[in-house]
């Protein structure tokens, strides 16, 4: 890990907060609608199923992603943190604990809170699953639709 690594827990809320005053159709054209809110710009790469975005977070490489299913929107996914070597796990799950704890206040109590290898918290909005966690490299937060299959699955496995 880099000593600079870094997280950014105010683009963590200011995510989370557009996205619950926007008004989600999930069809592709959120993504300049959303993206023009935050000041995102397209980057330079994406494919068919896959847009991404420059961010204004403060990390070496501030992306967003939106994942499409044909000519809707399945998630919203941005980086939180640095991309981190793998003994950066201290690193990795004190941002967590921090940016978990900040969005308590924008997101409300949690659905499902996770533990283990690659801890998460799930909360429910009106017009989507907000998530946050810890991947093998980074922390991730994203909006997922309602209605996608994969989070409809892990909630039902869930229990919830």
Do not use: C
Not at 17 to 26: I, P, Q, R
Not at 55 to 69: C, Q
């Amino acid at each position: 890990m880099s000593a600079s690594a870094k997280v950014d827990i105010e683009a963590a809320v200011e995510f989370f907060s557009a996205a619950v005053d926007f008004d989600w159709t999930w069809g592709v054209e959120d993504v300049q609608r959303f993206s023009q809110i935050l000041g995102w710009k397209p980057a330079d790469f994406g494919t068919e199923s896959t847009v991404v975005m420059l961010t204004k977070a403060r990390l070496e490489k501030p992306f967003a992603t939106f994942t499409l299913d044909g000519r809707r929107i399945d998630e919203v996914t941005i980086d939180l943190t640095d991309f981190v070597e793998s003994p950066a796990r201290e690193f990795q799950l004190n941002a967590f604990a921090v940016v978990s704890t900040s969005l308590n206040e924008t997101l409300g109590q949690p659905l499902v809170q996770s533990v283990g290898r690659k801890p998460k918290v799930l909360w429910r909005s009106a017009n989507f699953i907000a998530e946050l966690v810890v991947l093998n490299h980074n922390v991730t937060a994203s909006v997922i639709r309602l209605d996608y299959w994969a989070i409809v699955d892990e909630l039902y496995a869930r229990g919830v």
